[in-house]
């Protein structure tokens, strides 16, 4: 299955009281592979941006003055996204906001989101695995030790890119790091590569006892924070 990686920009935070989207951003994944088929559209709101959005994502009135409206590049995203699994970070805000604005189309002809994607949350996904702990974007790029540092305002295809690299990060890793074009000197698609049986075998350092003794104290120092019996 495709896996299209989402993000929208907005003028705010509430699609039910008049707030637009600006902008969307997606890549494509497909076998956990960057494919490089990216989306990536502005779109003029029909309303004013506000000041204090203008400072979260730096899109302004002026540079959307002559971007097309949502309805005349509907066609080209529903194409795009239409079958695949759609992964974003905080869904239920993403989705409300384009289902409002396929709701807003003369003839309503697409329905909803939901009726040509599956839907992934990898807000939800990261608050099961990380309970209790702060799991926005950055704060993942920091634990996964994914690199955002070019991330100095929001923006959609940015966003996604980041997500991308989130999203392996939290789901295993990416398989094949090959992209779009190359070829793997696998002899199955999707194959691990062989490790040579006559490389030196690898040294394996032990902890020494002080080591275990200052890790079991750690230990015991973030159960007892935590509230919760810690045994790794």
Sequence with gaps: MRQIILDTETTGVDPLNGDRIIEIGAVELVKRRLTHNNYHQYIQPEREVPQDAIEVHGITNEFLADKPVFAQVVDAFMEYVAGAELI????????????????????????????????????????????????????????????????????????????????????????????????????????????????????????TDDELTRHRSKLEEISQKSGQTISW
């Design 88 to 207: 974003i970070h905080n869904a239920p805000f993403d989705v409300g906001f384009i289902n409002m604005e396929l709701s807003l189309l003369p003839d309503n002809r697409w329905g909803k989101i939901e009726d040509h994607c599956t839907i992934t949350d990898t807000l939800k996904m990261a608050r099961k695995t990380y309970p209790g702990q702060r799991n926005s974007l950055d704060a993942l790029c920091k634990r996964l030790m994914v690199d955002n540092s070019n991330r100095t305002l929001h923006g959609a295809l940015l966003d996604s890119e980041i997500l991308a690299d989130v999203y392996l990060a939290m789901t295993g890793g990416q398989t094949n790091l090959l992209l779009g074009g190359e070829e793997s000197d696998s002899d199955a698609e999707g194959a691990v590569k062989k490790i040579s049986r006559d490389r030196l075998p690898l040294k394996v350092l032990y902890a």
